[in-house]
C-alpha cells in the first residue's frame, strides 16, 4: 500500500458522520448489525485502482467497479463501526472545516472533502479489508437546494 495516500479527496455523498446509523445487516434483520459513521466519496479512476491494487474488498463496490448511479467517478465508502469488537463505544470521527476548525453543518452530496483514513482487516482470518473513516475535512460545501422555484420557472 506504499502508492496508496492514507488521506484522499472527492466528492462526499450520503455522509452520516455525526450519529451513528444501523449498517445494512441490522437494517435487514435488527439485532444482527452493527451501528457505524459512514461517508461515500466520489474519487478519480486511479485513486479507485490503488485502492483495489491494494487489496481492499470491502466498501469499494468491486463487482461494479467501484461504480454507482448518482455519480460518473468511482465511489468507496468510509465508515466506522460505533463499537469496537468488545462492544465499547468509539469516538465519532472528526469532522473540520477547511481552517481545521470543528464543522457541524450537514455535508450535502457533492461537496469536497478529504477523508483520513486506516486500512482495517476483519472477518474470518482476515478475510476483509477496508477503509476505515477517521477523519472528514470539509472543502467545498454544496449549498442545498430548498426546492423552492417561482410560477414562471416551471418548465410546462
Do not use: C
Amino acid at each position: 500500500m506504499s502508492d496508496l495516500s492514507n488521506v484522499i479527496q472527492g466528492e462526499s455523498y450520503f455522509a452520516k458522520v455525526y450519529e451513528a446509523v444501523p449498517d445494512y445487516n441490522e437494517k435487514q434483520a435488527p439485532g444482527t448489525g452493527k451501528y457505524q459513521w459512514e461517508i461515500n466519496v466520489a474519487v478519480e479512476p486511479e485513486v479507485y485502482e490503488q485502492f483495489k491494487a491494494a487489496g481492499f474488498n470491502a466498501g469499494v463496490r468491486l463487482n461494479k467497479g467501484g461504480m454507482m448511479d448518482y455519480s460518473d467517478k468511482p465511489v468507496i465508502t468510509f465508515i466506522k463501526w460505533a463499537t469496537d469488537k468488545k462492544g465499547n463505544e468509539n469516538e465519532p470521527p472528526l469532522v473540520m472545516d477547511k481552517d481545521k476548525k470543528e464543522f457541524e453543518e450537514r455535508i450535502e452530496n457533492g461537496s469536497k472533502v478529504r477523508i483520513q483514513w486506516e486500512p482495517y482487516k476483519y472477518g474470518e482470518n482476515g478475510r476483509h479489508l477496508r477503509p476505515m473513516l477517521l477523519a472528514v475535512q470539509v472543502l467545498e460545501l454544496v449549498e442545498q437546494s430548498m426546492g423552492n422555484i417561482t410560477a414562471d420557472e416551471v418548465a410546462f
